[in-house]
């Protein structure tokens, strides 16, 4: 069946501009995570949605950087006004029913900002 | 002190070597662990969980030391293909996955 999708792939933009990564989880998954990879460092955790719950916004880095998750589905996460410190890989995952489950991540967007 | 923490390597180790990891955790309340595998420039992939009383799947074996805080993932009769960057996650608290830095292994002919 098809995996977790991230578009897009690669975004290059420059500093002060809004971008939205977009996360495809799998069908039926209710949990999604948001993460974030700087270069040869670890994943940062960013945001956590579960079912109808309200979201866990705690490693959200600012408030430049929100996420939405509409119909239980897909989900959007929104950097506004881009810093050259924002550029990493961007990774979604998604899990059938919260923690203590396996997460399949998504291949990332790659975000480069000039 | 981090929550999850692995000595960054990297491990390179001849074909046919045995490795191990650790991998140590700062919340004594932690019940749920896994290893992933992560390949260059590639998304993570789960790898293996841990139980509590240890559990192999061929080559690997994890197990977790809960009176010291630390998992282990240890790689019998290493392959070229093993290399690759080992994450160890805390999965226990509700939403928030700890991920470990990882570690990087090399198998070298």
């Known amino acids: 069946g098809a995996g977790v999708s991230q578009s897009p792939s690669n975004k290059v933009t420059e500093k002060g501009k809004d971008v939205e990564l977009r996360c495809d989880p799998i069908?039926?998954?209710?949990?999604l995570y948001w993460y974030r990879q700087s270069l040869g460092q670890g994943l940062e955790f960013l945001i956590y949605?579960?079912?109808?719950?309200?979201?866990?916004k705690s490693g959200l880095p600012s408030d430049r950087f929100s996420a939405e998750r509409t119909g239980g589905s897909v989900s959007t996460l929104t950097i506004q006004r881009t810093q050259q410190e924002d550029s990493a890989v961007y990774l979604c995952?998604?899990?059938?029913?919260?923690?203590?489950?396996?997460?399949?991540f998504g291949p990332g967007t790659r975000l480069t900002v000039l | 002190r981090k929550e999850v923490e692995q000595d960054p390597g990297p491990f390179n180790v001849p074909e046919g070597a045995t490795v191990a990891f650790n991998c140590t955790y700062s919340?004594?309340?932690?019940?749920?662990f896994f290893w992933y595998r992560q390949d260059c420039r590639k998304e993570p992939k789960l790898l293996m969980s841990?139980?509590?009383s240890g559990n192999e799947d061929g080559r690997f074996t994890a197990q977790l030391n809960r009176a010291s805080q630390y998992i282990s993932l240890l790689i019998r009769d290493s392959k070229l293909s093993d290399s690759a960057t080992y994450l160890c996650?805390?999965?226990?608290?509700?939403?928030?996955?700890?991920f470990g830095d990882g570690t990087t292994l090399t198998v070298k002919p």
């Open positions: 995952a998604s899990s059938p029913d919260g923690p203590r489950h396996e997460q399949f």
């Open positions: 069908s039926g998954h209710t949990a």
């Open positions: 949605f579960q079912g109808n719950s309200a979201p866990d």
């Open positions: 919340n004594s309340a932690s019940q749920s």
């Open positions: 841990v139980y509590s």
């Open positions: 996650v805390d999965n226990t608290n509700a939403g928030k996955s700890t």
